[in-house]
């Protein structure tokens, strides 16, 4: 008896078989993390510049403003005063301090300028800004000079007391509020950013260990199904993923989570450029 078979048609329920036989691990591992998926904000080109600033006309009016220009990247974009979605790329109604502006564009990629001030007539000052160098420390510093205005001056840092020192020090890299008070209660915010200094953290001695321990496990990121982390190409290629899905604790998907101090290495690691040393 002669059988005639359908060899597309075996083909096909071949395929379906060897679906149904993959490890489930396999399947899953790493799909919330694919690094490949993400558009590499290194190669944008987005832009912001300050094109104007105006002084407010005294310490308690709110008649300032700054204007700012971007360009590149992808349209529309998503204009940032102090953090917060503004409706345009002007923003006025300010009072005198330290603003930090931003734009963000379609793709998502952000750039921002810090420490941009707002003066008032008859109220005058100026930040010497410390960097924090340590990882997994804090000893950035902020000096404030005023000048004009109406002293004494008090001063206070995010959630402190209001002193007579004007220098703070001990402060982690970021944003943080200083507020100046002078003798007639007139108050002040200022918006500082204390710059990152580079920490020196290490690929062979704090990076790597991390990758060959947490994210290089079967079947994720060990060069079977995603790229090995352990090589260092590799991990630079995709420095600011990685720590963007580190921070987000989305990676590792499996094993020991890192710990907060890992993940601040490598968040340190990339910030310094993603060196191999």
């Known amino acids: 008896m002669l059988f005639l078979f ?3 048609s ?18 899953i591992a790493c799909v919330n993390h694919d690094l490949n998926k993400t558009f590499d904000c290194s190669l944008s080109d987005l832009t912001l510049d300050v094109s104007a600033i105006a002084a407010a006309t005294s310490c308690s009016t709110t008649d300032g403003s700054i204007s ?18 503004q409706p345009s790329n002007e923003f006025t109604g300010l009072h005198a301090g330290i603003y930090s502006v931003g734009v963000t564009d379609a793709n998502g990629c952000d750039t921002l300028l810090s420490n941009i001030m707002v003066m008032a007539k008859d109220f005058s000052f100026t930040t010497i800004l410390g960097e ?8 950035g510093s902020v000096t404030v000079e005023v000048s004009e205005g109406n002293p004494p001056y008090q001063y206070k840092i995010d959630n402190g007391e209001f002193t007579e020192s004007n220098i703070f020090t001990g402060l982690s890299n970021g944003n943080h ?17 204390v710059p990152r200094g580079t920490t020196g953290t290490s690929w062979s001695s704090d990076i790597q260990p991390i990758m060959e321990k947490s994210c290089a496990l079967s079947g994720c990121h060990n060069g079977t199904t995603r790229l090995d982390l352990r090589i260092y190409s590799n991990a ?21 989570p890192l710990t907060q101090n890992q993940i601040e290495l490598i968040s340190c690691w990339v910030d310094d450029g993603a060196e191999e040393n």
């Open 177 to 193: 509020v200083i507020e100046v008070r002078d003798n007639i209660a007139c108050t002040i915010s200022l918006n500082v950013t």
């Open 236 to 256: 630079k290629k995709h420095a600011a993923e990685i720590k963007t899905l580190t921070r987000n604790r989305s990676m590792p998907f499996d094993g020991t």
């Open 132 to 139: 924090d160098n340590l990882c997994l420390g804090n000893n």
């Open 6 to 8: 359908n060899t597309c």
């Open 10 to 27: 075996m083909k096909a329920s071949m395929k379906k078989l060897f679906f149904l036989f993959v490890p489930f691990s396999v399947l």
């Open 68 to 85: 700012v220009i971007a360009s590149g990247g992808k349209q529309p974009y998503v204009y940032l005063l102090n953090n917060i979605a």
